[in-house]
Each structure stands twice: as C-alpha cells, then as structure tokens.
C-alpha cells in the first residue's frame, strides 16, 4: 500500500512538473507564434468578379490614400471576391495570364486570407487561400488570428482592428529556377503590382487599406503555418472607410 501510494504520489509530482513547464513553455512564447488550428479542408467558390465599375481608373488612382482607421462593419462575399481578383486573378482563361503581370508568367505569389470574427458575410473566422484557378478560397486555419497578426506586424494596431488582411506571400524558386537571382527582383516588381492593384481595387469598392511591410517574417510564417519555401512580403489590411 505504502508503495503503491509512493508511486502515485511520484506520478503526480512528475505530470505537475510537466504540466508547469508545458505551461512556462507555452506563455512564453511570443504571441503571433502561437500555432492556430488546421481546417477541415473545404473549398469556398466566389462570385464571379466584375469587370465594370462605378469607379474610373482615373479616378481610383486620384482617390488611392493609405487608409488606417476602419468602420466596424462587415464585407460581402464578392467584394472580398473583386479584392483578390485584382490581385491575382485570371483575366485571360486560355492562357492563364493574371490581372497583375508576371516575369515569364511564373507567378511566384500566394495570397492568404485573414479573416476576422463576423467580418466577411457567408465565411466563418480563419485564414484561407486564395486559389485563382476557380475563382475560390480554400481554408487553411480555423480562428481569429488578427490580433496574433497584429503582434507579429510590431504591434500596429489596425492589422488587427481591419476586418480582414490579405497576407501577400512568395515562392521564390518559381522565378529564380528560370531567370536565377535576378528573379529575386521580378517577384519584389510583381508584389507592388499587385499591392497596387489592391489600392485601386479597395478605392473602387469604397474600401480603405494601407500596405504593411514590417513585421517579423518568421512570426508571421508560424502563424500562417507556412512551408519553409513560402517567404511572406506584404500586408493588406482592409476595411470600410470610418465615417
């Protein structure tokens, strides 16, 4: 009995110990690092984007501001839609070729969808990938990840106070394997041509939104769950414009 007891009580001061330094580990990690919940793989499909607007080009481009106050309200499904179609949507089906241009069509760039909680009509809180070929979202993580974002964008409070962020990604090898280092500076060139095409966009739908690019990448690359070849490049935080 005495054993047994000896035994027992040794068990719970070994799972105690445990316990603690599980607990020490994990608040000691700094937010942003936390590792977020996979999705049940789901596809979501878009509606069909538009190609006329209310909005001249002209008058997008005299409009385009760097927004970063947010009124709090939810977006539409095809607005978030319209977003990444101009950011990399295909615009000639037969070919491929997408709304923003690329070195040798080798299209380096992911988009990643951070959606926040009651933020986008029809989709559920989580992050998601844009997949052009289909015009669809695929869900990759489950959960309100715009403050963990916010903290490993240095704090910057309207990562987190936007309804969504779309998270600009590249895999660099998929221009370097044919143009070598000089492919490093045709995917920098594609990234500003779609953040400006996200500018023009959020402009035309009444959006604001303001280009992000410090922020600790291997944080945010934990956060997003990221293979090791998938190097994150900018931040778009959107929302409707406040007042």
Do not use: C
Request: aromatic share 6%.
């Amino acid at each position: 009995m005495r054993s047994s007891r000896k035994r027992m009580g040794l068990v719970v001061i070994v799972a105690t110990l445990l316990l603690g330094t599980g607990l020490g580990l994990y608040l000691s990690l700094p937010r942003g690092t936390e590792p977020a919940v996979l999705a049940t793989e789901r596809f979501i499909a878009l509606p069909e984007p538009r190609t006329q607007g209310d909005v001249s080009l002209e008058e997008a481009i005299s409009r385009r501001r760097s927004i970063r106050r947010y009124a709090r309200a939810s977006l539409a499904l095809d607005q978030v839609g319209q977003l990444l179609w101009a950011a990399q949507g295909i615009t000639e089906p037969g070919r491929g070729f997408r709304a923003a241009p690329s070195a040798g069509a080798t299209y380096p760039l992911e988009l990643h969808l951070v959606v926040g909680e009651g933020a986008v009509e029809g989709l559920a809180p989580g992050v998601y990938r844009y997949l052009p070929e289909g015009h669809q979202l695929k869900q990759r993580l489950e959960g309100d990840l715009r403050g963990r974002l916010s903290a490993a964008a240095l704090g910057q409070p309207w990562v987190k106070e936007a309804p969504i962020a779309i998270v600009i990604t590249a895999v660099y090898q998929r221009t370097t394997a044919r143009y070598g280092e000089r492919g490093i500076r045709y995917v920098h060139l594609e990234a500003g041509h779609v953040g400006q095409n996200i500018y023009l966009q959020a402009v035309a739908l009444g959006f604001g939104t303001v280009a992000v690019g410090a922020f600790q990448d291997d944080a945010v690359a934990a956060l997003l769950q990221l293979p090791p070849e998938e190097i994150p490049l900018y931040i778009f935080p959107v929302g409707q414009v406040e007042g």
